[in-house]
């Protein structure tokens, strides 16, 4: 079969696992390239400096030199030219390149992320549970907290999110805040709690003690 075969030259994409399919499709461009390449015996083609002249000229020898070592199908159908300006900074002399490229990488935008919170509740007989909110990444905490109220169905005036490091509290995260102060890596807790009165300033959290059993067989 074609995985078979394509396994005994690129064993990297042997298996079942997933993998990259713009690496599968460089990898069979690349070696269909060098199999269909007309050109046997490759001469030295010396890359000559822009010096000025214009783009369509330095353009034109790039790719006549290119094609004096590069020519196949796949060159006419999927490789085209970037092109390259240097300017240095001591000097202010400008140099212009055209490289030959068969396909680009472009990033897609992302406007949202998720972030993972786990939630203790008032009733201890809610089991602390985590949550994946996804919101803008311009977004405040306060509209995190809003969301994730709505998915746990409760009053978001009840939520006090903190950043928990080596399981103590860090600080607790300010409903003005951008949710860009919270990183990929940091533990983000919520607690529901009995928002405080004009009477008391007493802030009260749920706090649960795990106890240990031993099962023996």
């Known amino acids: 079969s074609f995985k078979w075969k394509l396994e005994k030259f690129a ?13 599968l499709l460089a990898y069979l461009l690349d070696g269909l390239h060098e199999d269909l390449n007309r050109i046997k015996k490759k001469p030295y083609v010396e890359v000559k400096d822009s010096s000025g002249r214009p783009d369509e000229d330095v353009a034109k ?11 196949s199908i796949v060159v006419d159908w999927f490789q085209g030219q970037l092109k390259s300006k240097l300017v240095c900074p001591d000097c202010g002399k400008i140099s212009i390149t055209f490289d030959p490229f068969m396909y680009l990488s472009v990033p897609l935008p992302v406007t949202t992320r998720i972030i993972k919170i786990t939630v203790f509740f008032l009733d201890t007989s809610r089991k602390p549970t985590q949550y994946g909110v996804e919101v803008e990444k311009t977004a405040s905490v306060g509209e995190l907290k809003k ?32 949710v860009e102060v919270i990183q990929d890596r940091d533990v983000i807790y919520a607690y529901q709690i009995i928002p405080p009165t004009d009477e008391s300033d007493l802030v009260y959290i749920p706090v649960l003690n795990r106890k240990e059993t031993k099962v023996s067989h």
């Open 11 to 23: 064993p990297q994409f042997a298996g079942f696992q997933q993998h990259d399919s713009q690496e």
């Open 147 to 178: 969301s994730l109220a709505s998915m746990c169905g409760i009053d978001p005036a009840s939520l006090v999110l903190t950043d928990v490091y080596v399981f103590r509290f860090f600080k607790q995260l300010k409903d003005q805040e951008c």
């Open 61 to 71: 020898e790039a790719w006549e030199g290119h094609k004096l070592r590069n020519d």
